[in-house]
């Protein structure tokens, strides 16, 4: 090769092992990942990219494994701020005696920046570089996860009660329109329509917000069959599972985002394959308030795409997507009785590349190819809990801690360098949120 072959680029990564996620399944060593602005330029061994690339910046990780950076599909961003503030509840009275008093109570403008700040900088500490929220204030959220330079799927609430953000449904929809038209496009936020739940929004709304969706394209995120109870008191009340009235009323569709799904019956999984909705999975918080478990390899056999999410801090109580991932793939084994069901690779799917197609987003996000977007983060491998190394994939979901993330990049740009947050002023922060503490528990 002579000199003129030579490509300029912006950034190499030097990964000692690489799970680009596509192909499926596989892992390499010795890789170079070029980045050249927002995107990724090539994936080629180390060796090839000392002939054909000249760098302005090299960044060498010997001990590190590189990987697309995560997808948490499901969450409540700002809800960070009640961390640990009521536990060891079910879901109804977890909600209607805490959650819900204390939302009406605090929820504000700089509630949702302060509390989204504090999710984003724990998210970025721990592998996600793309976040689903729905919350109250979205336009909130949107300019500082915009400011920060993470990617987040922002819905708008909607629900039938007056809220904190809006009187009612007429109010939460104009809201959400303009949100819509204001972000739809961004590289980075992607807004979209969030009905609370079948339970929360009657049926006009939920007609209404699927109109919403026909016209501008964005995507709808709802709580469904969450629990036994939700589904037992919709069949009482109107004969119909919930699953059964979306359908009717037009909102599953493969633009569309079902989180839980801890109860499916045969009937509820014909229709979820038949619309191509998406599932989102929240095993943690699936777990803590005792829902019920989804089951997650069932419905992946039946051709259903399964992403993951955290939920929000307040019932998980971390955003670290690494640990839900084991948890997810513990649960699908016990559930399907089968110790092969949601394997590591899998998983790691379920996180990357499955987000981004339930995103709508698969030919930019969700794995290392040439060509997509520069989304990638890498873990260190070299701490005692993770050694040694057999398999890269194993240890990610099974054996990791998710504060062994190291480094990640979002649109080309660095956002966790050696474990130090680039773009959130942590120290300021704290200080933030300490005082949000006082205040809720005085
Ligand atoms: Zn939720």
């Given at each position: 090769m002579t000199a003129d072959t030579i490509t300029a680029a912006d950034i190499r990564i030097n990964a000692r092992w690489l799970i680009p996620v596509e192909p499926f399944g596989i892992v390499l060593e010795h890789q170079a990942v070029i980045l050249q602005g927002c995107r990724i330029a090539d994936v080629l061994s180390q060796s090839e990219a000392d002939l054909k690339y000249r760098t302005r910046e090299t960044v060498n990780l010997d001990r590190h494994v590189v990987l697309p950076g995560l997808i948490n599909l499901h969450g409540h961003t700002a809800m960070s701020l009640f961390r640990g503030l009521a536990d060891d509840l079910p879901l109804m009275t977890w909600l209607n005696d805490h959650i819900w008093p204390a939302e009406g109570k605090f929820v504000s403008e700089p509630f949702v920046l302060d509390g989204t700040r504090l999710a984003m900088a724990?998210?970025?500490?721990?592998?996600?570089?793309?976040?689903?929220?729905?919350y109250f204030f979205p336009e909130v959220t949107a300019q500082v996860a915009h400011d920060a330079g993470m990617r987040a799927q922002v819905c708008f609430p909607l629900m039938d009660m007056p809220?904190?953000?809006g009187s009612g449904p007429d109010e939460y929809l104009r809201k959400g329109a303009a949100l819509i038209e204001q972000w739809q496009g961004d590289d980075y936020i992607m807004p979209a329509i969030g009905p609370h739940a079948p339970y929360t929004v009657s049926d006009?709304?939920?007609?209404?917000?699927?109109?919403?969706?026909?016209?501008?394209?964005a995507a709808i995120q709802l709580h469904l069959h969450e629990t036994a109870f939700e589904v037992d008191e919709a069949v009482k009340a109107s004969g119909k599972r919930p699953v059964t009235r979306m359908a009717e009323l037009g909102v599953l569709g493969r633009n569309t985002q079902c989180v839980h799904m801890t109860q499916i019956d045969d009937s509820d999984m014909e229709q979820l394959a038949h619309s191509g909705a998406h599932i989102v999975h929240c095993p943690e918080s699936n777990l803590k308030l005792a829902s019920g478990l989804c089951p997650v390899q069932k419905l992946m056999d039946h051709g259903i795409?399964?992403?993951?999410?955290?939920?929000?801090?307040?019932?998980?109580?971390?955003?670290?997507?690494?640990?839900?991932?084991?948890?997810?793939?513990?649960?699908a084994k016990v559930v399907?009785?089968?110790?092969?069901?949601?394997?590591?690779?899998?998983?790691?799917?379920?996180?990357?590349?499955?987000?981004?197609r339930a995103l709508g987003r698969e030919q930019e996000l969700g794995s290392l190819v040439a060509g997509k977007l520069a989304d990638l983060i890498a873990v260190d491998l070299s701490d005692p809990f993770l050694q040694p190394v057999y398999d890269p994939a194993s240890h990610l979901v099974y054996s990791n801690h998710g504060r062994a993330v190291s480094h990640s990049?979002?649109?080309?740009?660095?956002?966790?360098?050696?474990?130090?947050?680039?773009?959130?002023?942590?120290?300021?922060?704290?200080?933030?949120v300490g005082e949000w503490r006082q205040q809720i528990l005085s």
């Open positions: 724990e998210m970025l500490r721990t592998g996600t570089t793309t976040f689903s929220d729905m809220t904190v953000w006009q709304p939920l007609k209404d917000a699927v109109n919403l969706a026909e016209k501008t394209g795409n399964v992403t993951i999410g955290t939920d929000g801090a307040a019932s998980n109580n971390d955003l670290d997507l690494f640990g839900e991932l084991k948890t997810a793939a513990m649960v399907a009785g089968d110790a092969s069901a949601l394997s590591a690779h899998r998983a790691l799917e379920m996180a990357t590349l499955n987000g981004a990049w979002i649109h080309g740009v660095p956002q966790l360098q050696d474990g130090r947050l680039t773009r959130i002023d942590v120290p300021d922060l704290m200080l933030r």
